[in-house]
């Protein structure tokens, strides 16, 4: 009994000054690569900005109804819209960025997150490149499957859906942000506008 005693607090001390020393590890990690990862993170996001705008000079950031827009301007003249969305996927949200001339016409699109099975969901990324990109945001889109006028990822039905309702949410968005002659509403709730980057397309 007495030798148990001798070793319990010795033991106690030594799992405590472990875990001391294992939360300092993770914490010097987490501060070391914290700072690189989110600087990947918007340069990547900068990146599919560019790829998927039309040429511009700078862009500004508005929130409508919480839902980001950036707007893309040629000078003075607006050059197009980069408008994000999400849908639910089969492995979790989907969230795309698409991309609008300034007269609607859908430019490109870009995935900026999915946790989609590799092989199946992921191909979004690809799937939809010949069928997107030339599209109108007054069209509303759906699979085959259910009847619609775009041909789903095979055995990824639920991330084709998911896909294409991003695609509708930020085509409705679009419609809701400008008006016949391609001018931002500015009685718009919510709305703001704050200059993000010059020069970005360069």
Known sequence: MSKAKDTFWPMVLSLVLISMISGGVLALVYNLTKEPIEQSKKMSFENSVKAILPPFTFLQDTIVNNIPVIIAYNDSDIAGYAITAEGAGYGGPIKVMIGYTADGVINDYAILEHKETPGLGAKAGEWFKKTIPGGNANTTYSVSKDGGNVDGITAATISSRAFLKSVNDANKTFIAVT????????????????????????
Do not use: F, L, P
């Not at 008006?179 to 360069?202: C, L, M, P, Y």
């Open 179 to 202: 008006d016949s002659t391609n001018t931002v509403h500015d009685d718009i709730s919510g709305a703001t506008k704050t200059e993000w980057k010059e020069n970005s397309n360069e």
